[in-house]
């Protein structure tokens, strides 16, 4: 009794935290992908004639609560060059000739 006393509280805590922990993981892994779409949806709409620059960042916070005292937090940066792909195919037309 008094060994399941003094640890079944510490190994419900440790898979709780295991749980939130996960979870945190799995966010980050959402708004990456949200990032990545936003990105490819810029690539697709952009229709000048140069290369231009796109960046975004976000950020991914886990609450504090609990045993957890510290701010846990993910930074997502996303650079990408946008081009216009047609306007490549044309350019490339004029140097083979």
Same mark, same amino acid.
Request: hydrophobic letters at 45%.
């Given at each position: 009794?008094?060994?399941? #006393? ?8 440790? #898979? ?9 993981y799995l966010e980050i892994l959402? $708004?990456?992908? /949200?990032?990545?779409?936003? #990105?490819?949806? $810029?690539?697709? /709409? ?8 796109? /960046? ?29 792909e047609d306007n490549l195919v044309? #350019? ?6």
């Open positions: 009794m008094t060994e399941a #006393a003094i640890t079944m509280p510490l190994m419900i805590l440790t #898979a709780m935290l295991l749980i939130r922990v996960f979870t945190f959402s $708004a990456g992908i /949200s990032e990545h779409m936003t #990105a490819l949806e $810029a690539w697709d /709409s952009y229709r000048g004639i140069g290369v231009r620059k796109y /960046s975004s960042q976000r950020e991914v916070r886990m609450l504090k609560g609990g045993v957890l005292k510290i701010d846990l937090v993910k930074t997502i940066d996303t650079r990408s060059c946008l081009l216009n044309r #350019a490339g037309d004029l140097f083979d000739r």
